[in-house]
T-cell receptor, first 115, second 114 residues
């Protein structure tokens, strides 16, 4: 079974600082990996997804993630945090089939940005 | 603006009430999903419809009854709920199949059972 683990349920950074949110996956096959963001009282918005075409994936809002097979990781980064980045971030792995693309989420990381 | 629309945004219901949550998408996606999200937790899969047929039921209690009237609409009928069913209910859609098609989520219905 595929799974993802997010290290750190809470991360706090200062505005302008580097953001690093950690995600490790467990999969016996090449995984389909995603990062989603959830702002308060909203649904989940796709930040980026991993495709086998490139190990460095660029997403929306200046975020990017690097797929490292040797470390089974897909960490999310942003060079400079903005106050508007404060939200809950979920790493997820997909098991696609004709029955649907079932997402399994990590536990989530709440990002807090200090002025 | 989200491409998956859920109504109502908020719902308060008693344990003896019957209510329905609605979800609509016009992206031509043939897979639609219901997720339940408790506070400070990740979403948990409840049901999946693929090509308008129920393909996955994650052992959800029968007081939750999904329905997919057509390829654009997904309903979740609620009856005799318990207070612990209070949560954010999220609808999502995607292209089913063997690719990494992401799920597109609505903004959810915040359900409170009294």
């Amino acid at each position: 079974a595929q799974s993802v683990t997010q290290l750190g349920s809470h991360v706090s950074v200062s505005e302008g600082a580097l953001v690093l949110l950690r995600c490790n996956y467990s999969s016996s096959v090449p995984p389909y990996l995603f990062w989603y963001v959830q702002y308060p009282n909203q649904g989940l918005q796709l930040l980026l997804k991993y495709t086998s075409a490139a190990t460095l994936v660029k997403g929306i809002n200046g975020f990017e993630a690097e797929f490292k097979k040797s470390e089974t990781s897909f960490h999310l980064t942003k060079p400079s945090a903005h106050m508007s980045d404060a939200a809950e971030y979920f790493c997820a792995v997909s098991a696609p089939s004709n029955a649907g693309n079932m997402l399994t989420f990590g536990g989530g990381t709440r990002l807090m940005v200090k002025p | 603006d989200t491409e998956v629309t859920q109504t109502p945004k908020h719902l308060v219901m008693g344990m003896t009430n019957k209510k329905s949550l609605k979800c609509e998408q016009h992206m031509g996606h043939r897979a639609m999903y219901w997720y339940k999200q408790k506070a400070k937790k990740p979403p948990e899969l409840m049901f999946v419809y693929s090509y308008e047929k129920l393909s996955i039921n994650e052992s959800v209690p029968s007081r939750f009854s999904p329905e997919c009237p057509n390829s654009s609409l997904l309903n979740l009928h609620l009856h005799a709920l318990q207070p612990e069913d209070s949560a954010l209910y999220l609808c999502a859609s995607s292209r089913p199949g063997q690719d990494n098609s992401p799920l597109h989520f609505g903004n959810g219905t915040r359900l409170t059972v009294t």
